[in-house]
């Protein structure tokens, strides 16, 4: 700041000591870095205002004298290089020149809050969609060409590996290698002997099941670079053996105080209140803290958390009026269907059966539990297609299993926030060994056998005709392989003029990304697939509407799906999004009315995406035992009346606590102080957006 009270922003031009300057980042309120307008690196200066003679002021080119004739090439010629003087060394941004799309202003706030610490430490929980990868992408470009990193790794789980060396590459002109189980050993077969694939290419995306092992994890905290991105970051601190090893690695990292550390999460309060603290903890191991001190001493650190920490929702996005327009209009609906007959029939045989299996005594409470757990994820396959259910029937159950599988069981079975797998699309095992599988086997094989005699199969149909006939090229997310590959070959009969493909977990990220391109070029395309795409692929390019085929016991699931194609840079204007449920399955009736209905509830108050509150496995195996326990009792009932049933009202009351608090919580931080619209002020003041829409009509137009 000038003695005369004036602020100025890194880019400003200014004149001081008989001369005009740039303003360069990295400026105290006191103390100004100054560049010679035409002056190098070499000649960057520090200025205090307030022990100058002559004030600090403004500077400005004076108007050019209309006497003054000359060539129309003079005139661009000078305009390119008052454009390029001011640029050099200021900018604001050095990393502008080198990528190739044209950013959001509101997607520069995290950058500009980067550059205001001395060692980055930042969490970017922004909404699904809004472009995290951007944000994480514009901080790596900017930091490499100030030359304060010289190298960078990005830490994601395998599923994204390819995303992030095929978005490094296409939009900030950096070649990443990818360091996963599979080329981890071509990768190092080139180097020479004791040199490390983590320090011998500069750029690596690194897949967090690869450094699982003791070895591989010690290697890499010993070798990592200067800059770590960690991608899905609330996976690393969820409870669970796999995760503690990953927050292990993550702390080791950040004991590091000269590390620059972005960690991107779209939830990163999950509903593990622990979990939430330790990701804070890695920001600066007082924000850890914040759970167990004083009110006052919260506060503080809250403040002090506001620098480090930047989370926006689409309602924050859209209170930028320079903003509109960033996001397509999004219509959600809701379409019921009714089992009947033998479909009907076999629902609640199984719930019958279910239900016997959570009355059951024994003495062995684990194999009790884990009985349980199969017969809810039986329940789940049912509800999904009979092809799943088979699958489940015929694949034995491990009521042995050690722990570690029995947690992966879990979070499989309640779609689990810690679940960091969506590839983990496979029919869980459900016979446990009980004869009376057997008559369930059989109905199930009829039931598989005929596909077109499904209501759920043929409600579908008569869902995708409005959306096919108005244009729309939908993805059907389904639960299990079983399920998806069913519906693939339905759909296909049924739309004789449309492409019909479908993608599982059963094939490698290379070749679902390869498949997806494949589809898009086709003008009429419909997209079958499991939850292997609810993260990581974005679909904007070719797809504009999901179709919720089985309904996930996660809202954040949901939310991940619809994300794929309600996203920016979507190029139509409108997508849709279909629930489809069963009208007489209780089970989607629990699921639908005291957790997805609710979820939106908070969402459309708040603005805000709040997480099932505490331990949500446990509140959704309460619900589920309470459903069928009473399962005589709801299938006549309505949604509503489940709604009042005692363990739904638990779930809403700690639901709503815990957006109230989430309200509270989000008062707080940085980038409410930061404009979006003074951003691009400042980029128009150095030329830079013009430089942008001439990269972004060259490059890519693919944005994340």
Same mark, same amino acid.
């Given at each position: ?20 300057w ?8 006191? /103390? ?13 200066q ?15 080119f ?17 305009k ?53 990868t951007?944000? &994480? ?23 994204? /590996?390819? $995303? ?15 360091? *996963?189980?599979?080329?981890a ?16 290419? =500069?750029? *690596? ?23 770590? @991105? #960690? ?21 080791? %990292? ?10 991107? *999460? ?15 903890s ?10 167990? /001190? ?16 930047? $989370? ?31 479909? !009907? ?6 719930? +019958? ?22 017969? %809810? ?11 799943a ?10 009521? +042995? ?7 992966? @069981? ?35 094989? #009829?039931?598989?056998?005929e ?23 939908? /993805?059907?997310?389904?639960?299990? @392989?079983?399920?998806? !590959?069913? #519906? ?10 449309? !492409? ?24 009429k ?19 504009? &509407? ?26 139509? =204007? ?11 399955n ?9 957790i ?11 603005? #805000? ?10 509140? *959704? ?6 459903v ?19 363990? &739904?009202?638990?779930i ?18 940085? $980038? ?12 128009r ?15 890519? $137009?693919?944005?994340?």
């Amino acid at each position: 700041m000038a003695d005369n009270g004036i602020a100025f922003s890194p880019g400003d031009l200014v004149r001081a000591r008989g001369r005009e300057w740039i303003v360069l980042p990295g400026a105290d309120p006191d /103390v100004m870095r100054l560049r010679p307008l035409s002056g190098s690196e070499e000649d960057v200066q520090k200025l205090a205002p307030g022990l100058e003679f002559e004030p600090v002021v403004s500077a400005s080119f004076a108007p050019p004298d209309g006497a003054t004739f000359g060539p129309s090439e003079a005139a661009l010629l000078l305009k390119d290089s008052l454009r390029l003087s001011l640029r050099r060394g200021a900018g604001p941004f050095r990393g502008i020149g080198r990528i190739g799309f044209e950013p959001r202003a509101y997607q520069l706030v995290p950058l500009l809050m980067a550059l205001k610490l001395d060692v980055v430490r930042l969490l970017i929980a922004d909404d699904v969609g809004i472009g995290k990868t951007i944000e &994480a992408g514009l901080i790596l470009r900017e930091l490499y060409d100030r030359g304060e990193i010289d190298g960078a790794t990005v830490l994601c789980p395998p599923h994204l /590996v390819e $995303q992030w060396v095929t978005e490094l590459e296409s939009k900030f002109a950096i070649q990443a290698a990818a360091v *996963t189980a599979s080329s981890a050993g071509r990768l190092e077969r080139d180097l020479p002997s004791g040199e490390s694939v983590f320090r011998a290419y =500069p750029f *690596t995306v690194v897949s967090l099941d690869f450094i699982k092992s003791p070895q591989r994890r010690n290697e890499f905290l010993a070798r990592a670079q200067e800059f770590v @991105i #960690v991608d899905e970051a609330h996976a690393c601190v969820a409870r669970g053996d796999a995760r503690h090893r990953r927050f292990d690695l993550l702390r080791g %990292l950040a004991a590091n105080d000269d590390r620059h550390l972005v960690m991107l *999460t779209a939830t990163p309060h999950s509903g593990d209140e622990q979990g939430y603290w330790n990701l804070l903890s890695l920001l600066h191991p007082d924000f850890g803290r914040l759970g167990e /001190v004083s009110p006052d001493e919260r506060q503080r650190l809250r403040v002090r958390l506001a620098a480090h920490f930047v $989370q926006r929702r689409r309602i924050d996005i859209d209170a930028w009026k320079s903003q509109k327009g960033t996001f397509p209009k999004h219509e959600r609906l809701e379409e019921d269907y009714r089992l009947d007959g033998r479909h !009907e029939a076999f629902l609640f045989e199984v719930l +019958d059966y279910c239900a016997e299996i959570v009355e059951r005594k024994g003495e062995d409470a684990r194999r009790q539990r884990l009985a349980f757990w199969g017969t %809810l994820a039986l329940m789940r396959c049912v509800a999904s297609s009979p092809a799943a259910a088979l699958k489940a029937l015929r694949t034995r159950a491990q009521l +042995d299993a050690p722990e570690d599988e029995a947690e992966a @069981i879990a979070e499989a079975v309640f779609d689990s926030e810690a679940d960091d797998r969506p590839d983990d699309d496979v029919e869980p095992a459900a016979d446990i060994g009980d004869p009376a599988l057997e008559r369930l086997i059989e109905t199930a094989t #009829v039931l598989a056998a005929e596909p077109e005699r499904d209501p759920k199969l043929k409600a579908l149909v008569k869902d995708l005709e409005p959306l096919l006939n108005k244009g729309f090229s939908p /993805v059907v997310f389904c639960r299990y @392989i079983a399920t998806a !590959e069913t #519906v693939a070959r339905a759909l296909s009969k049924r739309f004789r003029g449309w !492409e019909v493909m479908s993608i599982t977990g059963e094939l490698p990220p290379d070749e679902r990304r390869a498949r997806i391109d494949l589809l898009g070029k086709n003008d009429k395309r419909i997209l079958v697939a499991t939850d292997c795409l609810s993260e990581g692929i974005n679909l904007q390019e070719s797809f504009d &509407a999901v179709v919720h085929y089985d309904l996930s016991w996660n809202p954040t699931r949901h939310q991940q799906r619809e994300g794929r194609v309600d996203r920016f840079s979507q190029r139509s =204007p409108e997508v849709r999004s279909v629930l489809m449920y069963g009208a007489n399955n209780p089970v989607d009736g629990a699921v639908l009315q005291v957790i997805l209905r609710k979820a939106d509830t908070i969402r459309k108050e708040t603005g #805000v995406a709040v997480p099932m509150p505490g331990d949500e496995r446990s509140l *959704t195996e309460a619900l589920m035992k309470a459903v069928l326990l009473r399962r005589r009792e709801v299938r006549q009932a309505t949604f509503f009346d489940i709604g009042l049933m005692d363990e &739904a009202k638990r779930i809403d009351r700690a639901w709503t606590d815990a957006a109230e608090n989430e309200k509270k919580s989000r008062t707080v931080f940085a $980038q409410n102080t930061l404009r979006p619209d003074e951003v691009l002020r400042r980029l128009r003041f150095s030329g830079q957006v013009d430089k942008l829409r001439l990269a972004g009509r060259e490059r890519s $137009q693919r944005w994340a």
